[in-house]
């Protein structure tokens, strides 16, 4: 057996890839909002953050690469061709033009130019930004070049070393005293966490990004299923290990800046003002420069990505009128404001993560019972069941109307028989408990060597 071995220096290189690629706009403004309403409860809530969003995305993409899968439409099929199609255009439309892709223009305003407008001028300041920011977006992303790369190449560094300068100082001289929690953090700190992480939406976008690194990992002559799973878990824990730090940083901040600033209902002015509390205009030029290239090469990452995929499905479609027409949706999305965008996104990840989550668990068990669709079927029926109440609920809440009558048997036998559904993780034990079972069914009834000839085993190594 050849042994495959690589420098780790290749691994760094992947790892920070992997962080350029998650890093966005999400990344920075969660975090801060988590602190500022968590308060004296920052730490709990800071691990349930981190498990989902740090641990899920690590979770994603090495499920991908597990899998042997050639992406994340032939992992979703093994429920059904159907299934896979539409999970896949739902994931894809959520980090792009109907949530993730909007929010960047808006965090790159709310951040980088809002403290620069007078308060009167905010709506029409975000109208004339956004239009000019994604006017930038579809140049680009008609007009692929290495500019993008290249730039992505450095602001990821300039940022994250503005950032550690602005943490650093946090850290030794706090903006001001930790005050009491708000909200769902004053008892239940660390599951509001856990589902707060959602937000960054990066659990889902490492079902796209797996490729990616897989394929980097690749090309330095890995090619064994265990050494490119190897190579992954290596690069992940790199980026990830610097996603958790800049996390725990940024909550840090908003925790012991609100005595001093007050509550936001988005964590974008808690950056803009800490900057500027620490290092005056010239700071907030800086963020204002980097913030806004940086969501400018997300935004264009995301609109190329779906453009491509939606493509493959629509052939005679052309790529630019696809750019086109994501990029106009986005532009009309952004204006509803950073906010908004953040209040409609919640029913949907409700909605969407628990299925995500579920097919990256059962990615990695798959072997266990011999990849036969029968589980995959149950599990995600059983998750759907739940999770499509969960987004229901949350969509009410948005609206803020009462839930739908027709809801009340639904939600009320939920309550009553699901632990944690009062905590939107009423899907968990149902989905672990479907998954057991069906696998030691089929352990029993099945014999292993039908795992050799099983139509569920795709790998491509």
């Known amino acids: 057996m050849i042994k495959e071995k690589v420098p780790f220096s290749k691994y760094i ?6 962080f350029a690629l998650f890093f966005g706009a999400g990344n920075l403004i969660f975090p801060a909002l988590l602190g500022q309403n968590a308060g004296s409860n920052l ?12 641990g899920l995305p690590l979770l994603g ?5 597990f899998s042997g899968s050639r992406n994340l439409q032939e992992l979703a099929s093994r429920v059904s061709p159907t299934y896979g199609v539409l999970f896949t255009c739902l994931l894809y439309l959520t980090i792009g033009p109907f949530f993730a892709s909007p929010r960047t223009g ?34 680009f992303s008609l007009n692929p070049a290495k500019i993008v790369d290249n730039v992505g190449k450095i602001l990821a560094p300039g940022i994250v070393i503005l950032l550690a300068i602005l943490l650093f100082m946090v850290m030794i001289r706090p903006i001001g005293a930790i005050q009491d929690p708000v909200g769902g953090y004053t008892n239940g700190a660390f599951v509001t966490g856990f589902l707060d992480g959602y937000n960054t939406m990066d659990a889902l976008a490492s079902l796209v990004f797996g490729i990616i690194v897989i394929s980097s990992v690749r090309s330095l002559g890995i090619t064994s299923k265990s050494g490119i799973l190897s190579a992954t878990v290596k690069s992940g824990l790199i ?29 974008g002015p808690v950056l803009s003002n800490a900057t500027s509390y620490y290092f005056g205009a010239f700071g907030m030029v800086m963020l204002a420069v980097l913030i806004t290239l940086a969501c400018l090469t997300t935004a264009i990452g995301l609109t190329t990505a779906c453009a491509e995929y939606f493509q493959t499905l629509f052939p005679r479609f052309s790529y630019k009128s696809l750019v086109v027409f994501f990029s106009v949706l986005t532009f009309v999305f952004a204006n509803f404001g950073l906010t908004n965008i953040i209040t409609y996104s919640v029913p949907v990840l409700m909605f969407l993560y628990p299925l995500a989550i579920v097919l990256m668990i059962l990615a990695f068990l798959s072997p266990l019972f011999h990849h036969k669709r029968v ?38 036998f939920y309550e009553k028989t699901l632990p944690m559904y009062d905590k939107g993780l009423g899907w968990l034990l149902p989905a672990l408990i479907i998954m057991i079972i069906t696998s030691i069914v089929i352990r029993i009834i099945s014999p292993s060597k039908v795992e050799a000839q099983n139509e569920m085993e795709p790998h491509h190594y």
């Open 13 to 18: 290189a992947i790892g920070v890839m992997l």
């Open 239 to 267: 980026a990830i290990t610097l996603l958790g730090a800049i996390y725990i940083g940024i909550a840090y901040l908003g925790a012991t800046g609100t005595e001093a600033f007050g509550f936001f209902d988005n964590g």
């Open 375 to 412: 589980v995959y079927v149950l599990t995600t029926v059983v998750t759907f069941l739940v999770s499509i109440f969960d987004g229901l609920k949350a969509l009410c809440k948005s609206l803020k109307i009462d839930n739908f009558e027709w809801m009340t048997p639904f939600l009320s």
């Open 43 to 54: 730490w709990p809530a800071v691990l349930g953050f981190l498990i989902t969003g740090v």
């Open 106 to 139: 808006t965090v790159a305003y709310e951040v980088g130019i809002a403290p620069f407008v007078s308060d009167g001028f905010q709506q029409g300041g975000l109208l004339i930004f956004s239009f000019l920011f994604f006017a930038a977006t579809l140049w």
């Open 61 to 65: 993409v090495l499920a991908i690469g």
